[in-house]
């Protein structure tokens, strides 16, 4: 999966960068689940660029745990 490239917010929702700036500072929720966001997706880049080569489920899992935080984050954006 070489070429895979970073699913940051800013990037994945551009209708929403400043709102995503703003909440990072303004909503403590929103920021602790923005840099868990940030560290998975940073894992999972890792993993494609091959960089890490950990067990597939675990890499599964990882995607999992960023989809759902994306969804979360996500959520967050749209009521504010």
Do not use: C, W
């Amino acid at each position: 999966m070489l070429g895979e490239h970073h699913h940051d917010l800013t990037h994945e929702f551009p209708e929403y960068k400043d709102k995503i700036h703003e909440l990072k500072s303004s909503d403590n929720h929103f920021a602790r689940l923005y840099e868990e966001y940030q560290e998975v997706d940073k894992e999972v880049f890792r993993i494609e660029e091959e960089i890490e080569t950990p067990s597939d489920d675990y890499t599964e899992e990882l995607k999992k745990k960023r989809l759902q935080l994306k969804d979360e984050l996500y959520a967050i954006l749209q009521k504010s």
